[in-house]
C-alpha cells in the first residue's frame, strides 16, 4: 500500500528552472526508488538508490537517499518541455518483493 | 533485456461481463510478477504479486482474481465487472538480485 508521502501533489514550473519533490516515511526502507509515467504510459525507472546518504545522477535529474532512512529526494535541473509527467517515489525493505509508492507529483513546465 | 508485453492496450466492457488481461515476459525466467491498478489521477495500488507458477497472493480484497498458468505469463481475471474495476492496469516484474520494479505499457479498461 501507499505508505510513503510524496510532495508536493503537483508543480507548474518554467522552463529552464531547478525543481525538487521529495518523499518521506514512518518507516525506515533499504531501497529507494524513483519512477517517472508519461500520460498513458507505465512508470519507467529513473533512479535506484542502495545506500543512506547516496547521491546519485542520471542526467539531469539527481536524486538522493537521506540519511535517517526514511526519506528521499529528486531533483530536476532546467526543466524541459519533456520533463512533464508524474514523478513517483517508490521504497522497499530488504525482506520482501514489495514496494511502497507515493501518490505521485505531477509536473507542468510552462514553456 | 526484459520485455514485458500487455494485452490488450484499451477495453471497454460492459458491467457484468468477465475479463482476462494478458501480461507476457521475456528475457528473463522465474520472474516475480505484479499487478496494479491505477485510477484516475491516483497512485498505484498493488493488487497481485507470484513468485511462481501457481503461486498467487493477493492484496486486496476485491473483484479480481489472477493466475500464473506459465512462468512468463500472468493473468488478471474478473468474472463480473463492476464500475469501480474501471482504471489503468498494470504489469510489472521485479529484477533479481534487486529491489527494482519494471513496468509494462499497461491496459486502460473501462466499464460502461
Known amino acids: 500500500g501507499q505508505q510513503l508521502n510524496q510532495s508536493p501533489q503537483s508543480m507548474f514550473i518554467q522552463e529552464g528552472e531547478d525543481v525538487s519533490m521529495n518523499c518521506t516515511s514512518s518507516s525506515i526502507f533499504n531501497t529507494w526508488l524513483w519512477y517517472k509515467q508519461d500520460p498513458g504510459e507505465g512508470p519507467v525507472l529513473l533512479i535506484a538508490?542502495?545506500?543512506?546518504?547516496e547521491l546519485t545522477s542520471n542526467g539531469r535529474l539527481t536524486a538522493q537517499f537521506g540519511i535517517t532512512r526514511k526519506d528521499s529526494f529528486l531533483n530536476i535541473s532546467a526543466s524541459i518541455p519533456s520533463d512533464v509527467g508524474i514523478y513517483f517515489c517508490?521504497?522497499?525493505?530488504?525482506?520482501?518483493?514489495?514496494?511502497?509508492f507515493g501518490a505521485g507529483t505531477t509536473v507542468t513546465v510552462r514553456a | 533485456s526484459q520485455t514485458i508485453h500487455q494485452w490488450p492496450a484499451t477495453l471497454v466492457q460492459p458491467v457484468g461481463s468477465p475479463l482476462s488481461l494478458e501480461c507476457t515476459v521475456e528475457?528473463?525466467?522465474?520472474?516475480?510478477l505484479y499487478w496494479y491498478r491505477q485510477a484516475a489521477g491516483r497512485g498505484l495500488q498493488l493488487l497481485f504479486y507470484s513468485v511462481g507458477i501457481g503461486q498467487i497472493s493477493s492484496e486486496v480484497p476485491q473483484n479480481l482474481s489472477a493466475s500464473r498458468p506459465q512462468d512468463r505469463q500472468f493473468i488478471l481475471s474478473s468474472k463480473k465487472l463492476l464500475l469501480s474495476d474501471s482504471g489503468f492496469y498494470l504489469c510489472a516484474l521485479h529484477r533479481e538480485g534487486t529491489s527494482e520494479q519494471y513496468f509494462g505499457p499497461g491496459t486502460r479498461l473501462t466499464v460502461t
Open positions: 517508490a521504497g522497499s525493505r530488504s525482506n520482501d518483493y514489495k514496494l511502497s
Open positions: 538508490l542502495y545506500k543512506a546518504g
Open positions: 528475457g528473463t525466467s522465474n520472474p516475480n
